[in-house]
């Protein structure tokens, strides 16, 4: 069953870096998501990325973070300078054109330090 | 608006036991999709089902079945004859019919007991 792969499984970063976290969604989706969840909390949406932009985003999704596709298999996700806050396992998602279906990878875990 | 709502945050069993988890929704849109997923300890979410706002019937996978009514704003998901191997948190979350994010709902960890 095709999936979504996410990489790292879990990095460690100090505060202020920037961080790039990758996924590779699933070849013939179009649509792709990130989605955040702080320790022991709930899952919160980020962003949603269609045609090579933004379509929607959160609250949450501030000037810190960026998303982009770079090629034609990853998307990516960087916090530009990270916080302590921004502790949390990050999770892709992506979907296809016409069905509603969201396909979750296993998640980076971001700890800040 | 879109908000979902799971009361309990935590549920411990004994193994065989039957367990319903509750979610109740709230959103003002006609046509809406309502989500289960499994979080285990390892910490992947993993779907286990989805329904659209016009399907009302119930639904039941193996041990698993999904109570959805609308009247309620509510989508209930029960286990029966849970297993130690059922342990995990589990979201109910909703998207709306415009726009493609999902609202989860805080979770409810089950515990499993053998």
Same mark, same amino acid.
């Given at each position: 069953? +095709?999936? *979504?792969?996410?990489?790292?499984?879990?990095?460690?970063? @100090?505060?202020?870096?920037?961080?790039?976290?990758?996924?590779? +969604?699933?070849?013939?989706?179009?649509?792709?998501?990130?989605?955040? @969840?702080? %320790?022991?909390?709930?899952?919160?949406? %980020?962003?949603?990325?269609?045609?090579?932009?933004?379509?929607?985003?959160?609250?949450?999704?501030?000037?810190?973070?960026? *998303?982009?596709? +770079?090629?034609?298999?990853?998307?990516? %996700?960087?916090?530009?300078?990270?916080?302590?806050?921004?502790?949390?396992?990050?999770?892709?998602?992506?979907?296809?054109?016409?069905? %509603?279906?969201?396909?979750?990878?296993?998640?980076?875990?971001?700890?800040?330090? | 608006?879109?908000?979902?709502?799971?009361?309990?945050?935590?549920?411990?069993?004994?193994?065989?036991?039957?367990?319903?988890?509750?979610? =109740?929704?709230?959103?003002?849109?006609?046509?809406?999709?309502?989500?289960?997923?499994?979080?285990?300890?390892?910490?992947?979410?993993?779907?286990?089902?989805?329904?659209?706002?016009?399907?009302?019937?119930?639904?039941?996978?193996?041990?698993?079945?999904?109570? !959805?009514?609308?009247?309620?704003?509510? !989508?209930?998901?029960?286990?029966?004859?849970?297993? =130690?191997?059922?342990?995990? =948190?589990?979201?109910?979350?909703?998207?709306?019919?415009?726009?493609?994010?999902?609202? !989860?709902?805080?979770?409810?960890?089950?515990? =499993?007991?053998?």
């Amino acid at each position: 069953e +095709p999936e *979504v792969t996410q990489t790292p499984s879990h990095q460690v970063t @100090q505060m202020g870096q920037e961080v790039i976290l990758r996924c590779v +969604p699933i070849s013939n989706h179009l649509y792709f998501y990130w989605y955040r @969840q702080i %320790l022991g909390q709930k899952v919160e949406f %980020l962003v949603s990325f269609y045609n090579n932009e933004i379509s929607e985003k959160s609250e949450i999704f501030d000037d810190q973070f960026s *998303v982009e596709r +770079p090629d034609g298999s990853n998307f990516t %996700l960087k916090i530009r300078s990270t916080k302590l806050e921004d502790s949390a396992m990050y999770f892709c998602a992506s979907s296809s054109a016409g069905t %509603l279906g969201y396909t979750f990878g296993s998640g980076t875990r971001l700890t800040v330090v | 608006a879109q908000k979902v709502t799971q009361a309990q945050t935590e549920i411990s069993v004994v193994e065989k036991e039957d367990v319903t988890l509750d979610c =109740v929704y709230e959103t003002r849109d006609t046509t809406y999709y309502l989500f289960w997923y499994k979080q285990p300890p390892s910490g992947e979410l993993v779907f286990l089902i989805r329904r659209n706002s016009f399907d009302e019937q119930n639904e039941i996978s193996g041990r698993y079945s999904w109570n !959805f009514q609308k009247s309620t704003s509510s !989508f209930n998901f029960t286990i029966t004859a849970s297993q =130690v191997v059922d342990s995990a =948190v589990y979201f109910c979350a909703l998207r709306g019919g415009a726009g493609n994010m999902l609202t !989860f709902g805080g979770g409810t960890r089950l515990m =499993v007991k053998p």
